[in-house]
T-cell receptor, first 115, second 113 residues
Framework: DTAVSQTPKYLVTQMGNDKSIKCEQN?????MYWYKQDSKKFLKIMFS???????INETVPNRFSPKSPDKAHLNLHINSLELGDSAVYFC??????????????FGDGTRLSIL | AQSVTQPDIHITVSEGASLELRCNYS??????LFWYVQSPGQGLQLLLK??????LVQGIKGFEAEFKRSQSSFNLRKPSVHWSDAAEYFC???????????FGAGTRLFVKA
């Protein structure tokens, strides 16, 4: 029933490992996003996909690689994890109309902790 | 470039008191403005949005916001705060081309009994 669901909810891993976060939305939206929220709650966009095409890539290190197999899914793979990657990662979706950014629906976040 | 400023990092109000959270934006054209709320351990939820038209917009949970172009502001208000309103509140501005939303740093609301 959840509109935007992310897995896992918590991810604890060691520096240097590779990990993935998955996101699925059942709202029929055509645009999906990844955001990073740091410890001070600052929310920064990382990527945006529209109809499976990458639209926004906000100077994110290339260790981060998003993949959108279809409009309902947007996954995030992170290679060689670093301490600074510790944060909460949010997936979101919206239905864009080409007339201005639309409200977004957010998942509950994935809390990534690097040991 | 777009930017959003929320001057107050945190605010404490008594239950039943009125609330105003401040937001100032910078954007060259007519902005698309939003307020979102984030409860602990959860994602952001849309409270209200302004695209055009009436400058006073109503949202969910009894919140409203007023767009003032001359002051580049979009302040959030609620006449009577409930303890369940304690959360982080984010003001955001989106561009007319779509796809990109810039969020403010957030204001943490504490509600005291």
């Amino acid at each position: 029933d959840t509109a935007v669901s992310q897995t896992p909810k918590y991810l604890v891993t060691q520096m240097g490992n590779d990990k993935s976060i998955k996101c699925e939305q059942n709202l029929g939206h055509d645009t999906m996003y990844w955001y990073k929220q740091d410890s001070k709650k600052f929310l920064k966009i990382m990527f945006s996909y529209n109809n499976k095409e990458l639209i926004i890539n906000e100077t994110v290190p290339n260790r981060f690689s998003p993949k959108s197999p279809d409009k309902a899914h947007l996954n995030l793979h992170i290679n060689s994890l670093e301490l600074g990657d510790s944060a909460v990662y949010f997936c979101a979706s919206s239905q864009e109309r080409g007339t201005g950014v639309q409200p977004q629906h957010f998942g509950d976040g994935t809390r990534l902790s690097i040991l | 470039a777009q930017s959003v400023t929320q001057p107050d990092i945190h605010i404490t109000v008594s239950e039943g008191a009125s609330l105003e959270l401040r937001c100032n934006y910078s954007y060259g054209a007519t902005p698309y403005l939003f307020w979102y709320v984030q409860s602990p351990g959860q994602g952001l939820q849309l409270l209200l949005k302004y695209f055009s038209g009436d400058t006073l917009v109503q949202g969910i949970k009894g919140f409203e916001a007023e767009f003032k172009r001359s002051q580049s502001s979009f302040n959030l208000r609620k006449p009577s705060v409930h303890w369940s309103d304690a959360a982080e509140y984010f003001c955001a501005v989106g561009n007319t081309g779509g796809f990109k939303t810039i969020f403010g740093a957030g204001t943490r609301l504490f509600v005291k009994a």
